[in-house]
């Protein structure tokens, strides 16, 4: 499948296309714009903060308001767009999994972390004014020593770790009730194959097989996470396909369908408007005149 939107590297979006650098922070005051498409995707993560102002994002057809003393969680693959903003100040970390996992021990150390790769939470954390201190705090000191002629990789990465272990503090805080790493784990385990196979037609069972576990055990995980079925989850993954396919390309809606295995385009259109309340004709345009005149 061809990609619909451009996907960037760190470099990149530093308007240092050459560069193969995974770990960079910089303030909205002093960054260059970058020289990208509106619409995008990252290969990395980005965490935004936001000092002033106030900026609208949208993220896989989701819309949301940062403002002050707020945190906003970006992670590989969404489809991002920066809509507006107004007298903004702030910033912009972003890394790589490989920058994070350096030197780690624990391979899933990052999919322990539940802001991140979340597609069921709302990626902005709005944070009391002690946290925000303290989280801007830890980021000053990412700034120091990123200045610094002999910057370490090891040190920002610790660093990198301790800002993380702050936001995830003041998640769980908020959580009505905790989460088992080793569920969180396994979910997010469980969507990377998704974002993998989708278009395999894999059912449950296969996702149960390749993560050694039960069809059962999986659904409870699931469930647990999201709130949906392990059907009901692969069904919205296609069905995000086929928005962004609709959106982005000049496929008709029957081909779109037929494309992501559903070949009955009447059944296709029925599941389409329950989740959505439009037609996938009607979205198609609706979303066409938002996103491709930009």
Same mark, same amino acid.
């Given at each position: 499948?061809?990609?619909?939107?451009?996907?960037?590297?760190?470099?990149?979006?530093?308007?240092?296309?050459?560069?193969?650098?995974?770990?960079?922070?910089?303030? =909205?005051?002093?960054?260059?714009?970058?020289?990208?498409?509106?619409?995008?995707?990252?290969?990395?993560?980005?965490?935004?903060?936001?000092?002033?102002?106030?900026?609208?994002?949208?993220?896989?057809?989701?819309?949301?308001?940062?403002?002050? *003393?707020?945190?906003?969680?970006?992670?590989?693959?969404?489809?991002?767009?920066? %809509? $507006?903003?107004?007298?903004?100040? +702030?910033?912009?970390?972003?890394?790589? $999994?490989? =920058?994070?996992?350096?030197?780690?021990?624990?391979?899933?150390? #990052?999919?322990?972390?539940?802001?991140?790769?979340?597609?069921?939470?709302?990626? &902005?954390?709005?944070?009391?004014?002690?946290?925000?201190?303290?989280?801007?705090?830890?980021?000053?000191? #990412?700034?120091? %020593?990123?200045?610094?002629?002999?910057?370490?990789?090891?040190?920002?990465?610790?660093?990198?770790?301790?800002?993380?272990?702050?936001?995830?503090? &003041?998640?769980?805080?908020?959580?009505?009730?905790?989460? !088992?790493?080793?569920?969180?784990?396994?979910?997010?385990?469980?969507?990377?194959?998704?974002?993998?196979? =989708?278009?395999? +037609?894999?059912?449950? +069972?296969?996702?149960?097989?390749?993560?050694?576990?039960?069809?059962?055990?999986?659904?409870?995980?699931?469930? *647990? #996470?999201?709130?949906?079925?392990?059907?009901?989850?692969?069904?919205?993954?296609?069905?995000?396909?086929?928005?962004? /396919?609709?959106?982005?390309?000049?496929?008709?809606?029957?081909?779109?369908?037929?494309?992501?295995?559903?070949?009955? !385009?009447? /059944?296709?259109?029925?599941?389409?408007?329950?989740?959505? +309340?439009?037609?996938?004709? $009607? =979205?198609?345009?609706?979303?066409?005149?938002?996103?491709?005149?930009?």
């Amino acid at each position: 499948m061809k990609n619909l939107v451009p996907s960037y590297s760190i470099g990149q979006f530093m308007n240092q296309p050459e560069s193969r650098t995974q770990f960079e922070i910089t303030s =909205f005051e002093t960054m260059h714009e970058p020289d990208i498409e509106d619409v995008h995707k990252h290969l990395f993560y980005e965490i935004l903060w936001t000092d002033a102002g106030r900026s609208n994002h949208s993220i896989d057809y989701k819309e949301y308001v940062l403002t002050p *003393r707020s945190l906003f969680f970006i992670s590989p693959g969404q489809i991002h767009y920066f %809509e $507006e903003w107004h007298r903004l100040r +702030g910033g912009s970390l972003l890394f790589t $999994e490989d =920058f994070f996992l350096l030197r780690q021990q624990k391979s899933d150390t #990052l999919f322990e972390l539940s802001f991140l790769d979340n597609f069921y939470a709302n990626p &902005c954390l709005e944070l009391s004014k002690r946290d925000f201190t303290d989280i801007r705090h830890t980021i000053d000191l #990412l700034f120091t %020593e990123q200045r610094r002629d002999d910057a370490s990789d090891v040190i920002l990465q610790s660093l990198l770790h301790v800002l993380v272990a702050q936001i995830q503090r &003041c998640v769980d805080a908020r959580a009505e009730e905790s989460i !088992s790493k080793k569920y969180l784990v396994l979910f997010k385990h469980f969507k990377r194959l998704l974002d993998e196979h =989708f278009l395999d +037609g894999w059912t449950s +069972g296969d996702y149960a097989d390749a993560l050694h576990i039960t069809q059962h055990h999986l659904n409870l995980v699931v469930k *647990r #996470l999201s709130g949906a079925t392990t059907t009901e989850v692969i069904r919205s993954r296609s069905l995000l396909e086929a928005k962004r /396919y609709l959106t982005f390309s000049d496929l008709s809606v029957t081909e779109v369908a037929s494309m992501l295995g559903f070949f009955d !385009s009447s /059944y296709f259109a029925k599941l389409f408007r329950l989740e959505e +309340g439009l037609s996938p004709l $009607e =979205f198609k345009k609706q979303m066409s005149e938002k996103y491709r005149k930009l």
